[in-house]
């Protein structure tokens, strides 16, 4: 059996992903997030709140004998109000750190620790943003959790060469996806957020993915994980691997 941890699966990338992954009966899914919308007998729900510290803290991964992958997908992901630093709501602040960089690290962290000693394929796959490469205007706490997220992942990695414990970690810019933080961001009042027109023209234009095209390029990246040398990178720049 393959076992999946898939953080924010109540819509989204998430939720697509667990369902393309459900698909294969030899695929069992975990779902983490506040609210359940999938129904599979392969399907396990874990209600929790990712902003929650001492919720995140007390979750356990289980000991899986037979399986033969075992995935963690930090997928989780939250922005705030979208305004200029000084305009923010410090629980924002507050939240979006949580959600995007301590949440996904807790779990990573606890991930490796349970799985260390596994003879299983290890994958941790984190998605990430190219806000985390580049400043975003009104978006200052989302930019640096996901910049955040991208450094403890290539740390991760630089520790698996040490150790040689087998996890392969990745830390994946998707890019521009039909979600509710695009709508959030094409609602965004324009005084606060100079690139509302550019977010409105990917839509208007159909430069915009759904999230069912992500789930199945993040399922063929972890099937080719072991041929990837790099850690942090885009959906596009994988295509350009030329991976076969």
Do not use: W
Not at 29 to 51: A, W
Not at 102 to 119: C, E, G, I, Q, W
Not at 175 to 190: F, Y
Request: glycine share 6%.
């Amino acid at each position: 059996m393959n076992y999946y941890y898939i953080t924010g699966t109540s819509r989204g990338i998430g939720k697509a992903l667990a369902e393309l992954l459900l698909k294969n009966q030899n695929n069992h899914v975990t779902g983490i997030s506040r609210t359940c919308s999938i129904e599979h007998p392969n399907y396990n729900h874990v209600t929790l709140d990712l902003s929650k510290f001492e919720n995140v803290e007390q979750f356990t991964f289980h000991n899986h004998k037979d399986a033969e992958r075992i995935a963690l997908v930090n997928n989780a992901g939250y922005i705030g109000e979208i305004k200029r630093i000084g305009n923010h709501k410090n629980t924002d602040i507050a939240k979006e750190l949580a959600v995007n960089l301590t949440a996904p690290s807790v779990l990573m962290n606890k991930f490796t620790d349970t799985y260390r000693r596994s003879s299983a394929e290890k994958i941790i796959l984190n998605i990430s943003s190219g806000a985390g490469r580049h400043p975003l205007d009104a978006a200052g706490a989302y930019c640096a959790s996901k910049a955040g997220l991208d450094m403890f992942s290539r740390t991760a990695a630089e520790e698996q060469k040490i150790t040689g414990h087998g996890f392969k970690i990745a830390s994946i810019s998707v890019g521009v996806v039909d979600t509710v933080m695009q709508s959030m961001l094409r609602e965004a009042d324009e005084r606060e957020f100079s690139l509302r027109d550019v977010f409105i023209g990917y839509k208007e234009k159909g430069e915009i993915q759904q999230p069912e095209y992500v789930a199945r390029r993040l399922a063929d990246i972890m099937d080719k994980i072991d041929k990837v040398s790099d850690v942090v990178f885009s959906i596009r720049e994988f295509d350009n691997m030329n991976i076969k």
